[in-house]
């Protein structure tokens, strides 16, 4: 009964509340992948790569982490900065800076399977 009454007064204000509520989720997703990020350069804190997680024990030993922290940090750092685009897409409405996140998307997948297959062609894995 609240919930439609405060709905009304709230989009005649030209208050948003979905964009709010998605600049706000898109900020704090941003932020969480900025410390994972700054966390994986700094190698510390859990490994966050595919190649970590699925590998064996024995692989794990073999392999070089400082390649995997970097590529994982590398990754956050995209992501972070893709979601504080969206985020401020949200507020601001630009119009631009959503195909900037978008492309930022695609350059993340990019680097993340070029340096995979670099790093594979390389035997450094």
Known sequence: LFAPAFLSFAQQE???????ITAAVCG???LFCLIVSVMQFMEKGP?????WIWATRKEREAM????HYRQSGVVFAFLSVTFFCIALECVLLT???F???GGLS????????ASSA???GSGKY
Request: net charge negative; proline share 6%; glycine share 6%.
């Open 95 to 97: 119009g631009w800076l």
């Open 118 to 120: 670099r790093d594979l």
């Open 47 to 51: 490994l966050m790569n595919n190649a």
């Open 14 to 20: 030209g208050f948003d509340m979905p964009s709010e």
């Open 106 to 113: 695609v350059a993340v997948i990019i680097y993340a399977f």
């Open 99 to 101: 195909p900037a996140a």
């Open 28 to 30: 704090v997703l941003a």
């Open 64 to 67: 070089d982490k400082k390649l």
